[in-house]
């Protein structure tokens, strides 16, 4: 199994910036890319993003759309997410997963095992 390790995240005030990283041991021949989601308190994990991994493909929640970029480092098995223009909402823990791409276009993680994410706080 695939392990993977989240850092990056902190405290930050609306509008500021973070960027999250994502470091694999490897990765799962069957899967599509990797994938960032996130948890709020009282809240179900949802997806935020996903990118290919050629990284020609990226794949946003419309919350984050524009404000978010994810990006990829094959040789060095990291992934990005670079965050910009911060709100309160967007504070989650953030988990990074393999994800596998479902035939209507649909991203989901590829196996439901989560590592200890990072917790991203925003301040109003």
């Known amino acids: 199994q695939v392990q993977l390790v989240e850092s990056g995240g902190g405290l930050v005030q609306a509008g500021g910036s973070l960027r999250l990283s994502c470091a694999a041991s490897?990765?799962?021949?069957?899967?599509?890319?990797m994938g960032w989601f996130r948890q709020a308190p009282g809240k179900e994990r949802e997806f935020v993003a996903a990118i290919s991994w050629s990284g020609g493909s990226t794949f946003y929640q419309s919350s984050v759309n524009g404000r978010f970029t994810f990006s990829n480092d094959n040789a060095k098995n990291t992934v990005y997410l670079q965050m910009n223009s911060l709100k309160p909402e967007d504070t989650a823990v953030y988990y990074c997963?393999?994800?596998?791409?479902?035939?209507?276009?649909?991203?989901?993680?590829?196996?439901?095992?989560w590592g200890q994410g990072t917790q991203v706080t925003v301040s109003s």
């Open positions: 490897g990765r799962t021949f069957s899967s599509y890319g």
């Open positions: 997963n393999e994800v596998r791409r479902l035939s209507g276009g649909s991203i989901r993680a590829f196996v439901d095992s």
